[in-house]
């Protein structure tokens, strides 16, 4: 597992507008800096984005669902928070 400080720097440092690669979702320019998708957090912490999926609907990790597709973004903030908790 990341450390909060490491993790925070790579949050804090997370490509907006362009993928980290290929298979990840692209947060786009028009979209908040400070939210990420279930693709992003997964690779951040090193998880399934499954994982990710089932800390959101068990309540672990706090979800915005935007548009119709009712796809799941998550804040910055929030997953640093995860990580402090342990």
Request: avoid cysteine.
């Amino acid at each position: 597992m990341l450390s909060v400080d490491k993790a925070q720097e790579i949050i804090n440092n997370f490509p907006v507008g362009r993928a980290i690669d290929e298979s990840s979702r692209l947060i786009t320019p028009h979209q908040s800096p400070d939210m990420l998708t279930i693709g992003a957090v997964a690779k951040l912490l090193s998880v399934h984005e499954n994982t990710v999926r089932n800390w959101s609907k068990n309540g672990k990790l706090p979800t915005f669902r935007l548009g119709k597709r009712r796809d799941r973004r998550f804040r910055r903030q929030d997953i640093l928070n995860l990580l402090e908790a342990g």
